[in-house]
């Protein structure tokens, strides 16, 4: 399925199809851009490349979709952060299957992260399905974190660790009910 697509970085001639795709009713309802962007305003953030890199989906010359990955700097280096889009035409024909595991091995193979993150709406259910389908977990929901259509919407965190990885971490020592609880307490 998703061999007839091609991944690759992105190209000044690709400015077009990624403002296309991303005023497509299908995109925009999951992504959390506000519509109308321009071309000056795309090309500056695909010029910014430090500590994120976009990929592409094409089919020929056409873009089916994109995905990034943005990692941070010091104690942060580790953990990278991922979002991506699927062209309203290139649902369900294996588009995010390739952008997801192509993403998964620029974090883990090339920069050597400890866990990817994303955020998704709560309601995108075929977005939940394939993150989860490809490893992600749920970490949290986000209550009312975006504002669409005259709504408030939900989200979710989720991630994946580095398989490859065993590593020796040092959890919270309590939970955020503990800690609410204890706060509650001495404001009493």
Not at 27 to 34: E, P
Not at 36 to 45: N, P, T, V, Y
Request: overall charge neutral; charged content about 25%.
């Amino acid at each position: 399925m998703a061999s007839e697509f091609t991944c690759r970085g992105p190209r000044q001639s690709d400015v077009a199809g990624l403002l296309d795709m991303m005023s497509g009713e299908g995109v925009l309802h999951g992504l959390t851009l506000l519509p109308h962007m321009g071309e000056r305003e795309l090309g500056s953030i695909l010029a910014h490349q430090r500590n994120r890199r976009w990929i592409v989906a094409a089919d020929g010359e056409h873009v089916a979709g994109y995905a990034t990955l943005e990692w941070g700097e010091g104690r942060w280096r580790r953990s990278g952060k991922f979002g991506m889009a699927v062209a309203d035409g290139y649902v369900r024909r294996g588009v995010g299957i390739l952008l997801v595991g192509e993403i998964i091995r620029l974090g883990f193979r090339h920069l050597d992260l400890q866990r990817i993150e994303l955020e998704v709406y709560a309601d995108n259910a075929a977005a939940c399905t394939l993150y989860e389908r490809m490893g992600f977990e749920y970490e949290g929901l986000k209550r009312r974190v975006s504002f669409r259509d005259g709504a408030y919407i939900d989200g979710y965190s989720m991630a994946i660790l580095n398989p490859g990885v065993q590593v020796e971490h040092v959890k919270a020592p309590r939970t955020l009910h503990q800690l609410l609880a204890d706060a509650g307490s001495r404001a009493a």
